[in-house]
């Protein structure tokens, strides 16, 4: 699966992705990064990617005309390496990061798990110029509050999506028995050596039917204290 990264600051999620598990799919070949400098596809000596905004108030705004050719650059590029592989068809959407969008969730990151190209578009300043919504896909936003760019919101998507992959984790199922599996539904308490910990004058144990090894009983006490989210 392939995830492109349209930013005026390309580099500036390299060493996330560049640890643990990221990493290790990236090398394994389950996913590819690609970061994309939004400067490139200014015309002017200055490399602008904003302007003042209409009707006045603080801040800039991103501009239309880069965004609109680099997507067309970047869709070129996916159908170009499509003809290489000789593969047909690519399934490929392009979300915009933004405060307003859909919020984000275990189910969406299932569904988009399926696609082959994702391109993501990520804001600055004061926000994009709202003829690039025409453009895209789908407006994300990873949760209600505001960052300062959409990058963070890109690697969010990416690390909740490359999980679900196969071949991305040490263990397939991992993913699973875990939180948000299954629509607001929370994962088990987990615990692991030692069985008793001491501190402050306090035995702290691990629950007894962990260590029974009856697996139909351990089973059901995990089933119990999985918690719905309300």
Known sequence: MHFHILSIFPNI????FN?????????NNVIKIHTHALRDWT????KTVDDTPYGGGAGMVMKVE????????????????QLRINTKTSKTKIILLSAKGKTWNQQ???????LDNIIFVCGRYEGIDERVKK??????????????GGELGAAVI?????????????????SVDESHSQPGVLEYP?????????????????PKVLLSGHHAEINKWRAKQSKVKK
């Open 66 to 81: 880069p965004i609109f050719k680099a997507l067309k650059a970047l869709q070129l590029s996916i159908t170009n390496y």
């Open 43 to 46: 015309t002017d000596k200055h």
């Open 19 to 27: 640890e643990s598990i990221l990493k290790r799919a990236q090398k």
């Open 13 to 16: 999620l390299d060493s996330y």
């Open 135 to 148: 453009f895209v896909d789908e407006e994300i936003s990873i949760g209600d509050y505001v960052l300062t």
């Open 108 to 114: 969406l990151a299932k569904k988009y798990s399926k």
């Open 158 to 174: 990416i690390d909740s999506i490359a999980r679900l992959l196969p071949g991305a984790l040490g263990n397939a199922a991992s």
């Open 190 to 206: 987990q615990y692991t050596k030692p069985d008793v910990f001491e501190a402050d004058s306090k035995k702290l144990r691990v």
